[in-house]
């Protein structure tokens, strides 16, 4: 590690660049009709003279001659609430079109008016409470978030990781399998790479890359009525358009891999763009030639636009990834040091794991239209249809050694399973301004969706495959919404919606209401509530599992849990805000095994389940969260975050217990400077480190471990062990440099600095005859070199 970083400071050193300037290119429009806004003020904050622009009928506007670097960015316009638009980063990389989108103030006779807003909070006017944007600025700068939008969100309070080598997100001790992901007004499922293995609903790294992203809203709780199947979260993620003016092109090759991107015009005089982007992953590559676990992936993103002044605007986007792992059985090793032959290195083969060959396959593709159309000055409908899919399927043998010291052996079938499953999806918006008070939402959304799927599995090591689950299911969901945002005063504003979903193989309707009321006391603090009741159903394989009592599918409910949050947010300058958030989430008809402590609060993946599956499963998660952010600006900024809380669930045996997911306490501290090197060069050096409570633990049997050889864990006393608390750190260095005609870029993405090991519970050592610590140990250094052109 210590060469590599000599090695990146050398090239630095080594780095001569040009006199260069750049422009930014963007669009104003309105929040809620999406409609140009025409003779907006754009201008650079603390310019002198003035730098800026006015846009024009299109909305559009351009400021030019600016020198590489980051950029605030003020809009004013007559009826509208004032942007101010902090992190802008000119790098002339061909990202610098944005799209700035205003919100309607109300006077009062009084002639007083709230106009302040915020970049941080996402974009979606119905949201009040935990919410909070990030842009792909922000996805490529923080330390250890390798451009995946589920790592950035690790920065934000109550939101960290179930484990490290893979991005689920655990947002306020909610298991991953219950957040939402929605692209482009699609909602996917299982769209990262290596998804799907240990833990539903998340991989290692996303499919799509961050090159393509526009921007994210994502929330945490009591979010609005047009995002249903989630008790968790929402990641709300849209895909940039392309340079509508000039072609550009990157390469990036890293340890990581290769990543190309493409972007540009396809009619200039009809505004109409395309962007594209690959990658290739090395990381297998690198497993195979040191014998070990060789991931391998390829991704493949786009976005095309096709506006018309008159007509609206059709987008066509589509994401889709290939990955596999190969993990060969553990070789035995005899190595003698030639220069000191009593130095012997020998490696047995000790855990289950050692004597597993697994062939792992995934699989996931998503492709979708999106027609924006304006209905008059103050509507819009938005329409969008798109078909996904995933695909899982693993092919495990079992190494049985001729002895343990030889390599030879014969391989019998262990485990086989695959799944597939596809999802077609219509769904269709319509937003007004009723008046300047008064907004409305209004949407249907339905699913057809089908799963395919079979697991066989051995009783004993030596046993035939036996069939654990065979299904293939085909069902529909419908969704409708509506909800209302009112300012009633000019300093407070209510928000009340209502969804209903209906979900074809669950014998019932649900009912889910929202509401949120907003209070601005003053220009610089706001206060926040919001209720909401949400549901979730589970992956469609898991209706297809039998009832060993009846012999036919369970009799499954949705899952349901109500929200109560409170929000108090002060900006102590134009830069600096504290938020914190008091929340209660009560979840109910959780499904859960009859008669065991296994809950799908817990839920990680299921391939059969051995009992009736009832929704008698309960849970609390009760806890505050404090953020103390500053906003990029004058070269640095910095976010410290801290969370207390509670997480327990209630099994059908009536017994409380902790979530996997309950840590009780973490703090994080994520910070970042940039520095103007001869001028014209931009350093920048990002840190994250993370300090988080031990998981629950469940403590074993030691004498039923050694007489099965196998690690027996105590059922009843499941995760009543706290483990040791833990210490995470990542770092990030980047370097571009402005040539003539080129942007280039060192950097270097290193994630778990500290070599942190996370406890996973306990495993059986067949050599030795004992019961080991199981740790988890994942190390990223992602070393890279970018040219944009």
Known sequence: MKRLTLLFFILLLNQTSFGQTFSIQGKV??????????????????????????????????????????YTILIQSIGYKNIRQTEVLVSGEGKNQ??????????????????????????????????????????????????????????????????????????????????????????????????????????LISIYSANVLRGTDFFTGAFPSEYSNSTSGVFDINFRKGNTEEHHHSVQLGILGVDLASEGPI??????????????????????????????????????????????????????????????????????????????????????????????????????????????????????????????????????QDADTLNTGILHPHEQQQNIESKVTFASTFTTNITNRLINKTGIRTDVIQSDGYAYKVDTLMGDLKNRYEGNLQAYNANAFTQFKYQLFHNVSVNAGVAVTKFELVDEVSLEPRFGIQYNPSENITLGAAYGRHSKREELKVYSFINPNTQKVNDMKLSKSDHYVGSVKINLSKNIRLTTEVYYQELFDVPVLQGTSYSFANYTTMWEANAPIVNTGTGINKGIDITLERSMVNGYYYMLTGSLYDSKYTDDLGVTRNTLFNRNYMATITAGKEFVVKGKNLLGVNINATYLGGIPLTPYDEAASHQQQKVVYKENELYTVKGQDEIWMNFGITYKIPKKKTIRTWGLDMQNALLTEQMNGYKYNHHKQTIDEDKVFFIMPNFYYRVAF
């Open 29 to 70: 429009i309105d929040k809620v009709s999406q409609q140009p806004i025409i003779g907006a003020a754009i201008q650079i904050e603390d310019s002198s003279p003035v730098v800026g622009g006015i846009t024009d009928e299109e909305g559009v506007f351009v400021i030019s001659n600016l020198k590489l670097g980051r």
């Open 98 to 203: 944005i799209n700035f989108e205003m919100e309607e103030q109300v006077t009062t006779l009084d002639n007083i008016t709230i106009s302040a807003t915020n970049d941080k909070d996402a974009s979606n006017v119905m949201s009040v409470v935990s919410n909070r944007s990030f842009t792909i600025e922000e996805s490529n700068r923080f330390a250890g978030g390798l451009s995946d939008p589920s790592r950035v969100a690790y920065n934000f309070a109550g939101v960290t990781f179930s484990a490290p080598q893979d991005n689920g997100v655990v947002i306020r001790g909610n298991s991953p399998t219950s957040v939402l992901w929605r692209v482009n007004d699609i909602d996917v499922s299982g769209a990262a790479h290596f998804g799907g293995g240990n833990l539903a609903g998340a991989g």
């Open 267 to 400: 009619n200039k005089e009809k505004g109409s763009s395309y962007l594209i982007n690959y990658r290739h992953g090395f990381i297998g590559y690198i497993g195979k030639l040191s014998g070990g676990t060789a991931p391998n992936f390829q991704d493949l993103s786009f976005n095309l636009s096709f506006p018309s002044k008159n007509k609206g605007q059709l987008n066509i986007w589509g994401i889709g990834g290939l990955s596999d792992i190969e993990t060969p059985y553990k070789k035995y090793v005899h190595e003698v040091d030639d220069e000191d032959p009593t130095d012997i290195k020998l490696k047995y083969r000790e855990y289950d794991q050692d004597f597993l060959d697994k062939d792992i396959d995934f699989g996931m593709g998503a492709l979708g239209a999106n027609y924006l159309l304006p209905l008059g000055s103050s509507s819009v409908l938005s329409t969008s249809v798109g078909v996904t899919t995933n695909l899982y399927k693993n092919n495990t043998l079992y190494f049985e």
